[in-house]
């Protein structure tokens, strides 16, 4: 090991430089809120005292406790059908923007789709509710076209919970595949139908697998912003089932019992971890 | 270039740095000017309606922050530096737990309308502490029954039994709080409030899951007085005045009743911080709301409504407005009507536990 020259120290020093704000930001911001977060999981909430003796009878209570294990359970299972069906929604609409819409009209087709998304999320959400409801635009067209002889309600219920989330998170998906899509060189599929593959073999072969990584990036992020949101299953859902997030809120909002409350968060930040660990494993993320 | 660049942008950030002062002090000029006061209030209290003539009478500025639930309110006081807040608004019934805290300032009571507040919302055994007064109520109201009188038939709404039946299977929208919702499924079980007990949740339980299974939604505020706008839910339970009175304008169907069972009696109070520096003004503010007038306005606020707990308001009301508020029913009402039930932590906990089960169900 040979000592480093002064040039060698001083881009040291300059990179540490760099790095610091960044350092700062993730301690002060991250870091600092992620252990005081587990410490209060580890505290207890005793009548209206806050008892700081080291106990994991948060944790116990969470697994004992079917109703609250259930939640999370209900979390992961609407976080998976929203990830997948957005996924689904999402593909066909990023591919036919990047290969059907002249490169001249992508920006605007792209601008046109996010648009929505200017609005706010909670008026979004409300605005579902409208359409969801007895008696609001989806009831109403399929009483006009006979479809249906009463007015029927859609929302209140898993399914609603899902359409507000799929609304927002197809877009986002768009984006990340998008963006894969138009990167990707036209040698390959030339190469493909040079080789004899049709279409449809081409795409199964060629173009689906080097999207994966954008499908992934895209489906991760879904899953996380999915997982831990609390506004869209708490006007949508109607309370029909509790997921993490809403039984968070239910600690603190109505018994200030954050000790608890860290627990479970807790609980949340470990599957978001378990998942990250595993697309960064399939996507060899250690490697790029 | 690069000089002119520099140039231009030196001469730039003078310029810019002179707005910023000049600024900085005409804000100074402003702010010396007009006096301020901070209040942490409910929604109904940031209707400019209500505010603005308290502001012109005394050439003040009235700084409105909203919140929602005392627990919040202690967090945001708690992270506050002493005196930054003078005037509360607070839940009828967390006034002991903050005047044991020792937030708020006695209030001279005979600077206060308090011989014009109804007897039942007078409440001196909660704003009171060793013979001094800290808070006074200001508005009050029922968890009871909010309805659409064209689609349910509003005798049935007098009776809480009728929920329970599948003639509304489908048809109800349940209040998300726990504590009214179970103090009325006990009025339904023929108990009081006040008997609830820990032998007793397993048998409300049962009752809950029957009530979730007529209900189409259970949700806080917005989302089930949406609900019974939209006609997505006929009648919400554990709603009332407060719920429908501001749609009324709209759907004049909407209408709220107090079962023959009983209903569940809120209050909001309003209180002076102890630490506040402009403990005057204050008064006068408490005062301006206590005022018929100001009741008045505070009853309509464009947020919600409730019942002014001053009975002089009563003059300034409409009748239209005090039809809303079911003026005339208020003494029968009150009669049949129990405060909101305050369970020890232990079983606090446990009535929490049954209601997550219940909404997990």
Same mark, same amino acid.
């Given at each position: 090991?040979?000592?480093?020259?002064?040039? @060698?120290?001083?881009?040291?020093?300059?990179?540490?430089?760099?790095?610091?704000?960044?350092?700062?930001w993730?301690?002060?911001?991250?870091?600092?809120?992620?252990?005081?977060?587990?410490?209060?999981?580890?505290?207890?909430r005793?009548?209206?005292?806050?008892?700081?003796?080291?106990? #994991?009878?948060?944790?116990?209570?969470?697994?004992?406790?079917?109703?609250?294990?259930?939640?999370?359970?209900n979390?992961?299972?609407?976080?998976?059908?929203?990830?997948?069906?957005?996924?689904?929604l999402?593909?066909?609409?990023?591919?036919?923007?990047?290969?059907?819409?002249?490169?001249?009209?992508?920006?605007?087709?792209?601008?046109?789709?996010?648009?929505?998304?200017?609005?706010?999320?909670?008026?979004?959400?409300?605005?579902?509710?409208?359409v969801?409801?007895?008696?609001?635009?989806?009831?109403?067209?399929?009483?006009d076209?006979?479809?249906?002889?009463?007015?029927?309600?859609?929302?209140?219920?898993?399914?609603?919970?899902?359409?507000?989330?799929?609304?927002?998170?197809?877009?986002?998906?768009?984006?990340?595949?998008?963006a894969? #899509?138009?990167?990707?060189?036209?040698?390959?599929?030339?190469a493909?139908a040079?080789?004899?593959?049709?279409?449809?073999?081409?795409?199964?072969?060629?173009?689906?697998?080097?999207?994966?990584?954008?499908?992934?990036?895209?489906?991760?992020?879904?899953?996380?912003?999915?997982?831990?949101?609390?506004?869209?299953?708490?006007?949508?859902?109607?309370?029909? /089932?509790? +997921?993490?997030?809403?039984?968070?809120?239910?600690?603190?909002?109505r018994?200030?019992d954050f000790?608890?409350?860290?627990? +479970?968060a807790?609980?949340?930040?470990?599957?978001?971890?378990?998942?990250?660990l595993?697309?960064?494993?399939?996507?060899?993320?250690?490697?790029? | 270039?690069?000089?002119?660049?520099?140039?231009?942008?030196?001469?730039?950030?003078?310029?810019l740095?002179?707005?910023?002062?000049?600024?900085g002090?005409?804000f100074?000029?402003?702010?010396?000017?007009? /006096?301020?006061?901070?209040?942490?209030? *409910?929604?109904?209290?940031?209707?400019?309606? #209500?505010?603005?003539?308290f502001?012109?009478?005394h050439?003040?500025?009235?700084?409105?922050?909203?919140?929602?639930?005392?627990g919040?309110?202690?967090?945001?006081?708690?992270?506050?530096?002493?005196?930054?807040?003078?005037?509360?608004?607070?839940?009828?019934?967390?006034?002991?737990?903050?005047?044991?805290?020792g937030?708020?300032?006695?209030?001279?009571?005979?600077q206060?309308?308090?011989?014009?507040?109804?007897?039942?919302? @007078?409440?001196?055994?909660?704003?009171?502490?060793?013979?001094?007064?800290?808070?006074?109520?200001?508005?009050?109201?029922?968890?009871?029954?909010?309805?659409?009188?064209?689609?349910?038939d509003?005798?049935?709404m007098?009776?809480?039994?009728?929920?329970?039946?599948?003639?509304?299977?489908?048809?109800?929208?349940?209040?998300d709080?726990?504590?009214?919702?179970?103090?009325?499924?006990?009025?339904?079980?023929?108990?009081?409030?006040?008997?609830?007990?820990?032998?007793?949740?397993?048998?409300?339980?049962?009752?809950?899951?029957?009530?979730?299974?007529?209900?189409?939604?259970?949700?806080?505020?917005?989302?089930s007085?949406?609900? #019974?706008?939209?006609?997505?839910?006929?009648?919400?339970?554990?709603?009332?005045?407060?719920?429908?009175?501001?749609?009324?304008?709209?759907?004049?169907?909407?209408? *709220?009743?107090?079962?023959?069972?009983?209903?569940?009696?809120?209050?909001?109070?309003?209180?002076?911080?102890?630490?506040? /520096?402009?403990?005057?003004?204050?008064?006068?503010?408490?005062?301006?709301?206590?005022?018929p007038?100001? @009741?008045?306005?505070?009853?309509?606020?464009s947020?919600?409504?409730?019942?002014?707990?001053?009975?002089?308001?009563?003059a300034?009301?409409?009748?239209?407005?005090?039809?809303?508020?079911? *003026?005339?029913?208020? /003494?029968?009402?009150?009669?049949?009507?129990y405060?909101?039930?305050?369970?020890?932590?232990?079983?606090?906990?446990?009535?929490?536990?049954?209601?997550?089960?219940?909404?997990?169900?």
């Open positions: 090991m040979s000592p480093s020259t002064p040039r @060698q120290s001083s881009t040291r020093a300059r990179a540490w430089g760099f790095l610091l704000p960044a350092l700062l993730t301690g002060a911001f991250f870091l600092a809120p992620l252990v005081i977060m587990a410490l209060y999981s580890l505290w207890q005793v009548g209206t005292r806050l008892v700081t003796e080291f106990t #994991l009878v948060n944790y116990h209570d969470f697994f004992a406790k079917s109703f609250l294990l259930k939640s999370l359970l979390s992961i299972e609407v976080t998976l059908i929203v990830t997948l069906v957005s996924v689904l999402a593909y066909p609409l990023a591919w036919i923007l990047a290969e059907r819409v002249p490169r001249r009209w992508q920006r605007l087709a792209l601008i046109l789709a996010i648009l929505p998304f200017w609005t706010s999320y909670v008026v979004r959400s409300y605005s579902w509710l409208l969801l409801s007895e008696g609001g635009i989806l009831s109403n067209l399929l009483l076209l006979g479809i249906t002889a009463e007015p029927v309600s859609f929302a209140n219920n898993r399914g609603a919970t899902v359409v507000g989330f799929v609304h927002f998170f197809v877009m986002l998906l768009t984006l990340t595949i998008y894969n #899509l138009v990167q990707l060189s036209p040698s390959y599929r030339k493909a040079d080789l004899g593959a049709g279409p449809l073999r081409s795409f199964w072969h060629v173009t689906l697998p080097l999207t994966l990584p954008g499908i992934m990036v895209g489906a991760f992020l879904t899953f996380v912003l999915c997982i831990g949101d609390y506004i869209t299953p708490q006007i949508l859902g109607g309370n029909r /089932e509790l +997921l993490l997030p809403q039984t968070i809120m239910l600690q603190i909002a018994r200030s000790p608890m409350a860290s627990a +479970l807790m609980v949340l930040m470990a599957v978001v971890s378990l998942v990250y595993a697309c960064a494993r399939w996507l060899k993320i250690d490697r790029v | 270039m690069t000089s002119r660049i520099r140039g231009i942008t030196r001469r730039h950030g003078l310029l740095g002179a707005a910023v002062l000049g600024a002090l005409s100074s000029a402003t702010a010396g000017a007009t /006096e301020e006061l901070n209040a942490l209030v *409910w929604c109904d209290h940031t209707d400019p309606a #209500l505010i603005a003539p502001e012109e009478a050439g003040v500025k009235v700084n409105l922050k909203e919140y929602e639930g005392t919040a309110a202690l967090a945001i006081v708690e992270q506050s530096r002493p005196g930054d807040w003078d005037v509360f608004v607070i839940d009828g019934v967390d006034v002991p737990r903050v005047v044991e805290a937030l708020l300032a006695e209030l001279p009571a005979d206060l309308p308090l011989n014009d507040i109804f007897d039942q919302v @007078q409440m001196t055994d909660v704003t009171h502490k060793d013979g001094k007064m800290y808070a006074i109520m200001e508005k009050f109201g029922y968890n009871v029954i909010s309805y659409d009188k064209s689609k349910v509003p005798a049935d007098r009776d809480l039994t009728s929920l329970w039946s599948d003639k509304y299977k489908g048809r109800i929208a349940v209040y709080y726990y504590i009214p919702l179970m103090d009325l499924v006990a009025l339904k079980m023929g108990m009081k409030p006040d008997d609830i007990t820990a032998d007793k949740l397993p048998a409300m339980k049962e009752e809950l899951f029957k009530l979730k299974e007529n209900s189409v939604m259970v949700g806080e505020v917005v989302s007085t949406t609900a #019974l706008a939209t006609g997505e839910a006929d009648i919400l339970i554990g709603g009332g005045e407060w719920a429908v009175a501001v749609m009324q304008a709209e759907n004049p169907n909407l209408d *709220w009743v107090l079962p023959d069972q009983g209903g569940i009696l809120w209050s909001q109070s309003l209180a002076v911080f102890k630490d506040s /520096e402009k403990k005057d003004l204050a008064l006068k503010f408490v005062q301006y709301i206590m005022s007038e100001g @009741q008045a306005r505070l009853a309509t606020s947020c919600f409504w409730g019942m002014p707990a001053n009975k002089k308001a009563g300034a009301l409409s009748d239209a407005q005090k039809a809303a508020l079911r *003026w005339d029913e208020q /003494e029968a009402f009150l009669a049949k009507s405060r909101y039930f305050i369970p020890d932590a232990e079983l606090d906990a446990e009535m929490l536990d049954v209601w997550t089960e219940f909404l997990q169900h």
